[in-house]
């Protein structure tokens, strides 16, 4: 079946702007979590949901940041004023949910966001 | 606080010899440890978890809460092993913390 996917896959904007980036997690996962990996580092939790909610946010580097995920299904993160220490991967992952016993994570391709 | 580090950024082996991937990990609790792997050109996948004390594609970790590691081994590396690898704990509640990386280079 699907896995996840990411869109963009490539973002490139000035300083300044807003962003939004997509996810689509795997039909019937009801836990999303975003995660950034910059250049030479692994991946950094920024936020996970259960459902519609955000069961934990702590990883948000601060108030420029925003993410939703309205449905319980598709999640955009939101990024204002872009800053050139934003550029890295984004990555989204999804699974079944930590009630499901052995809670595997599956990853999208990523969103590759520079900012100039 | 959860850490996780892994001290070789690029290791780099003859094909049939053995390989450990080194991981340490901070964590006040119980965690539990993953390895993850990304293939050139594919997404992050997991490998193994502590918990499933399996064996997959001939990789194991064992915990050990006493020096608090989580060592990938291998006893003979095929050329198809060469990817990124990435130790990963997650605590108490669903945050995964990810360590910085080893990048497994198998020479044939």
């Known amino acids: 079946g699907a896995g996840v996917s990411q869109t963009p896959s490539n973002k490139v904007t000035e300083k300044g702007k807003y962003v939004e980036l997509r996810c689509d997690p795997i039909s019937g996962h009801t836990a999303l979590y975003w995660y950034r990996q910059s250049l030479g580092q692994g991946p950094e939790f920024l936020i996970y949901f259960q459902g519609t909610g955000a069961a934990d946010d702590s990883g948000l580097p601060n108030d420029r940041f925003f993410a939703v995920r309205p449905e319980g299904s598709v999640s955009t993160l939101k990024i204002q004023r872009t800053e050139r220490g934003d550029s890295a991967v984004y990555l989204c992952?999804?699974?079944?949910?930590?009630?499901?016993?052995?809670?595997?994570?599956?990853f999208g391709p990523g969103t590759r966001l520079t900012v100039l | 606080a959860q850490r996780v580090t892994q001290p070789e950024k690029l290791l780099s082996v003859f094909k049939g010899a053995p390989v450990e991937l080194k991981c340490n990990y901070s964590?006040?609790?119980?965690?539990?440890l993953f390895w993850y792997v990304q293939y050139s050109r594919q997404r992050l996948q997991l490998l193994l978890r502590h918990i499933s004390r399996e064996s997959i594609k001939g990789f194991t970790a064992d915990l050990n809460k006493g020096e608090t590691s989580f060592h990938l081994k291998k006893p003979f590396a095929q050329e198809e092993d060469s990817a990124m690898y990435y130790c990963a704990l997650k605590g108490s509640y669903q945050k995964v913390t990810f360590g910085t990386g080893t990048k497994l280079q198998v020479i044939p």
């Open positions: 992952a999804s699974s079944l949910g930590p009630q499901q016993g052995q809670d595997t994570q599956y």
């Open positions: 964590y006040s609790g119980s965690p539990e």
